[in-house]
Nanobody
Framework: QVQLVESGGGSVQAGGSLRLSCALS????????MGWFRRTPGKEREFVAL????????FYADSVKGRFTISRDNPKNTLYLQMNSLKDEDTAVYYC???????????????WGQGTQVTVAS
């Protein structure tokens, strides 16, 4: 059974950095697309970043471009989201997900983690 478990969330001052991790377990992820999404209270969950698990093809939401970096460590079966220059509006629950298509459309992602809270204080 495929499982995704996020970690690394927490509280940070505006301008600070955090690195989120997403541990993958289960059947091989070759060919999959991995994404990060976030949900702010009162808003719908939104796309943050995605990449192909085999490597490359990183793509970012305009709101995080230049500040966030998605990456993965294949031997460790772990996906990362490095978040720098954090802003108040980055406060959200962050989710990693596995998709079958290279798309920001959440309906294409069939496995989701439980989420990790990121709080940015000004």
């Amino acid at each position: 059974q495929v499982q995704l478990v996020e970690s690394g969330g927490g509280s940070v001052q505006a301008g600070g950095s955090l690195r989120l991790s997403c541990a993958l377990s289960g059947r091989p992820f070759t060919g999959s697309v991995m994404g990060w999404f976030r949900r702010t209270p009162g808003k719908e969950r939104e796309f943050v970043a995605l990449m192909r698990w085999r490597g490359g093809s990183e793509f970012y939401a305009d709101s995080v471009k230049g500040r966030f970096t998605i990456s993965r460590d294949n031997p460790k079966n772990t996906l990362y989201l490095q978040m720098n220059s954090l802003k108040d509006e980055d406060t959200a629950v962050y989710y990693c997900a596995r998709g079958s298509q290279y798309t920001t459309d959440q309906s294409a992602y069939d496995v989701w983690g439980q989420g990790t809270q990121v709080t940015v204080a000004s």
